[in-house]
């Protein structure tokens, strides 16, 4: 596992951590018929971009039970914390999102992941299931669009944490 140094004030307050990996998921059952070269390299440079502060990948599934079963699966000390995207679900600021991420780093958690779920929702389970629902808004956006904005914000909340000046000024 790696590890990263935190700084706090002086020498004395310096702290390790472990790196929480963070998974941009998607269910894709009918995605892959409508994907785009376009948002398919923005999808990646984001992604790219987040990696720098820490690991971060972008995943299809099949199905919801498909997503749901990684999720289970997944190796650690601490489960997988999962933050799904539903339209009922909470709307925050960019800066209200990355201080919900940091917190959940802070904590210890090692895999956190984002999920867009599939065109008719997510079951009633999903959402029980869930550590937290998202939503963007009340509009809708094409799946390819949505796991832009995913991860366009990610990249956001991440600079945020790290003091990054990407997001002053919006």
């Known amino acids: 596992m790696k590890y990263w140094i935190i700084r706090t004030g002086n020498l004395r307050n310096l702290k390790c951590q472990t790196l929480m990996k963070i998974t941009l998921a998607a269910i894709a059952a009918r995605l892959t018929r409508s994907r785009s070269e376009a948002t398919d390299r923005l999808l990646s440079d984001y992604v790219e971009r987040a990696a720098r502060y820490s690991p ?5 599934f099949e199905s919801e039970s498909a997503l749901l079963d990684w999720l289970t699966r997944q190796p650690g000390r601490t489960p997988a914390y999962s933050i799904l995207l539903d339209s009922r679900g909470q709307q925050c600021t960019s800066e209200e999102l990355s201080t919900h991420i940091g917190r959940v780093r802070d904590e210890g958690i090692q895999r956190l992941v984002l999920a867009i779920g599939p065109a008719d929702g997510w079951s009633a389970g999903a959402r029980q299931g ?24 990610v990249y956001r909340a991440l600079t945020i944490l790290a003091g990054h000046p990407y997001h002053s000024g919006h």
């Open 130 to 153: 869930a550590n937290l629902l998202v939503s963007f808004g009340r509009i809708t956006l094409p799946h390819q669009l949505a796991r832009v904005v995913l991860a366009e914000q």
């Open 56 to 60: 971060c990948e972008s995943q299809l």
